[in-house]
């Protein structure tokens, strides 16, 4: 007698795409459109709140011209409340917990038995590393919407994590430059074209109806809040901002325009002003929270002025206008530790953009993409050499042929004396930076010398 064989059940696939902020959920649009990622039978958004204080800030789905990109999803969920009252940067759940959170997930969410696949960014921290340790099985693809890409990974990842990652997809911001994120576990990068990417800002752009700017092509200038960041003070950061205005003054703009991080202080705004008005600069602050992206294609700025954001290689990647960077070899020098993520953005900002004082370069590109590239392996080994020992031999042949008055602004002597790099210092005398007479002296010798410059 036969027998009829089982049925093999049909399990439904559900793809969970995570975002925190607006451009992040344009970066997604653009790559579903671009069909990026493989059809589903369900595609939910899953919206992360990671700022400070989340309780006070408006979250992405709830963000002017969010509801255009709305579309894209079967639903749109939120982390926070999920999570209560935990903040999403600060908690993850304990491996032992980690089935009962998966299954709590799916109820919430109505996810029964699907099969899943993950889409985050920033994975090598909270909350995405969190949520893909609660989806443990899924494949993962993880997308960058920024310049942090081209860097290393920033944590040692759990290869019970890694090898889950199918690739990385990414907007090309610098022509032919290859991503080291994720490098060590050989995942490969793929690009979301630039056309799908720029008509998603263009939906965007065309939602802002109401966003009032001045006519006559003014100067732009970003602001980025570093001091959240603890890379500059309040005041540092006031008067980098300060630069700006001078920067667009001194190369002919009249009218500008200063739009400020979300979460900026007043402050910075009052003292911004206060120096328009002794120029004679007409100064608009632009307060409502809308992508620079946007305000490229509204108001066409003639000039873009910022510190090392990543919304200063779309203006001239996408829309081909020109920019310029203020403050950036301060912050090359004062940036720790050597391991700080931000390097990678700052240091590519640093050598393709010019400085807006440079009024004959502001159109130039220094380094080709060979050179960038060299440069980025290096400084990426020397942020995490145990990430990618392989890399060693690479960095050593840049140092000993390459380290001059400009390529030293990248890299920290103390940083490669610890790792056995040329330019540190010889092994018999590294041990000096550790002699308590050595270091008194030396110290007693910069207090001299401040005196001496007073």
């Not at 969190?130 to 944590?155: E, K, W």
């Not at 003054?249 to 500008?256: A, K, L």
Request: charged content about 20%; proline content about 7%.
């Amino acid at each position: 007698m036969s027998q009829k064989p089982l049925a093999v059940r049909d399990f439904r696939t559900t793809q969970l795409f995570c975002a925190s902020t607006l451009y992040g959920a344009a970066t997604l649009a653009a790559a579903l459109d671009a069909d990026c990622f493989a059809p589903a039978d369900r595609r939910v958004l899953v919206v992360f709140n990671n700022t400070m204080t989340p309780e006070t800030s408006t979250p992405l789905d709830e963000m002017p011209g969010f509801e255009l990109l709305r579309t894209r999803f079967d639903a749109v969920v939120s982390y926070n409340e999920a999570i209560r009252p935990f903040h999403p940067g600060d908690w993850s759940p304990r491996p032992d917990d980690v089935p009962l959170w998966e299954r709590y997930f799916r109820m919430l969410w109505q996810l029964g038995d699907d099969r899943m696949e993950l889409a985050v960014e920033s994975l090598q921290v909270n909350p995405a590393l969190a949520f893909c340790q609660i989806f443990h099985g899924a494949p993962i693809h993880v997308y960058a919407d920024g310049l942090m890409s081209y860097g290393p990974t920033r944590n040692k990842l759990d290869p019970l994590i890694g090898t889950r990652v199918r690739r990385l997809l990414h907007l090309d911001l610098v022509a032919g430059l290859r991503p080291m994120l994720l490098s060590e576990f050989e995942v490969e990068p793929e690009i979301i074209p630039s056309e799908a990417f720029q008509k998603v800002l263009a939906e965007l752009g065309s939602s802002q109806g109401d966003l009032e700017l001045p006519a006559g092509n003014p100067a732009l200038l970003l602001g980025q809040y570093l001091s959240a960041l603890k890379i500059l003070s309040a005041e540092e950061e006031e008067k980098l901002h300060v630069q700006m205005v001078k920067g667009a003054y001194d190369r002919g703009h009249r009218r500008i325009v200063f739009k400020p991080h979300p979460s900026a202080p007043e402050r910075q705004v009052q003292l911004l002003e206060a120096e328009a008005e002794k120029l004679g600069v007409e100064l608009t602050v632009l307060d409502t929270p809308v992508l620079a992206e946007v305000v490229y294609q509204r108001m066409q700025p003639a000039l873009v002025v910022g510190c090392f954001s990543t919304a200063l290689l779309t203006a001239t990647a996408l829309y081909g206008i020109p920019v310029a960077r203020v403050g950036t070899e301060r912050l090359l020098d004062r940036l720790a530790p050597f391991q700080n993520s931000n390097r990678i953005p700052l240091s590519i900002v640093h050598a393709l953009l010019p400085d807006v004082t440079d009024a004959a370069g502001v159109e130039a590109q220094k380094l080709d993409t060979e050179q960038l590239s060299a440069l980025l392996t290096t400084i990426g080994f020397a942020m995490q050499p145990q990430i990618y020992p392989q890399l060693r031999p690479a960095a050593e042949a840049y140092l000993a042929g390459h380290l001059d008055d400009e390529t030293w602004k990248y890299f920290k002597r103390k940083r490669l004396t610890s790792l056995g790099l040329p330019g540190g210092l010889p092994s018999k005398l590294s041990s000096l930076s550790r002699n308590p007479t050595a270091r008194r002296v030396v110290r007693q010798a910069r207090r001299l010398r401040r005196a001496m410059s007073k």
